[in-house]
């Protein structure tokens, strides 16, 4: 009997989406397959690099001591406080200039357009382009045009896209979702404000999509800002933490589902 077709949907967040990663590292580690993946803002980020073949490793440590001035390039706040040219072109490099569909794994990409409040999926073209659409936080980031369109962070209409996954023809649905139900973490600036609005707005449309994942996994972030890019290692570990609670889950659920369980002897 075939595999089931295991689907990777990967949340926004911010700074807590390097949670992905450790999510990633656990599949990986454990043999568990992703075959496609669908992300939201910095899910759409960590997706598309890790669909391109990068190791995770390497992907970890650049995030963790990419110096700030690396992606961030502040302007005089007309449509947002960051212009997002210098992480377009970091995403540009890491993916070699490459297109959606040349991915070793098939990788939506998931943007909100402002003006009609539509979802738009990005399953082709450059990938560069998508990315920097779905990262675009509101006020923080500059929009993008495209096509007539003005695009921001995908998170605004579907922070986790869970159904992005199960339209491309995932079997099994497993969902990061790096936000709290509630924060501890202090609101200190405009950019603090502005994230967490937007988090506590998205958290009330998600709560019926998630419904429709196999599996949650949920990390423990409850202390940490959406800003706090001085905390990515401890959001990797946690994302791992998540994850590792998960994997009998999945395993089990693939058996079921007709595939093989990772672990089991032929």
């Not at 009997?1 to 992905?20: E, F, I, T, Y």
């Not at 590292?25 to 993946?37: A, N, Q, R």
């Not at 007309?78 to 490459?98: D, H, N, S």
Request: glycine share 10%; aromatic share 4%.
């Amino acid at each position: 009997m075939a595999r089931p077709k295991v689907g990777l949907a990967l949340g926004s967040g911010g700074a807590r989406g390097m949670a992905h990663i450790g999510v990633l590292k656990v599949l990986e580690k454990e043999g568990i397959p992703v075959d496609c993946i669908a992300g939201s803002s910095i899910g759409s980020l960590v997706g598309t690099i890790y669909a391109h073949g990068h190791d995770l490793e390497m992907i970890e440590s650049l995030a963790i001591n990419l110096k700030r001035n690396t992606w961030l390039d502040l302007t005089v706040p007309r449509r947002g406080f960051v212009t997002g040219e210098k992480v377009r072109e970091l995403v540009r490099l890491l993916t070699l200039g490459k297109n959606l569909e040349d991915l070793h794994i098939p990788t939506a990409v998931v943007a909100t357009d402002l003006l009609k409040g539509e979802r738009v999926i990005f399953r082709s073209g450059p990938i560069d382009l998508a990315v920097r659409a779905s990262i675009s936080i509101p006020g923080i980031f500059e929009p993008v045009h495209w096509k007539g369109r003005t695009l921001v962070d995908g998170g605004v209409i579907d922070r986790i896209p869970i159904t992005v996954v199960e339209e491309m023809g995932a079997d099994i649905i497993i969902a990061v979702d790096v936000v709290p139900r509630t924060t501890s973490a202090r609101v200190e600036t405009i950019f603090d404000v502005i994230a967490q609005t937007l988090s506590i707005m998205e958290r009330e449309i998600l709560n019926q999509r998630l419904l429709a994942a196999d599996i949650l996994i949920h990390p423990n972030l409850t202390d940490i800002s959406p800003t706090a890019f001085t905390r990515l290692d401890e959001c990797v570990r946690r994302g791992e933490e998540a994850a590792r609670i998960q994997v009998d889950r999945i395993k089990k659920l693939i058996g079921e589902r007709g595939g093989t369980d990772p672990d089991e002897k032929p």
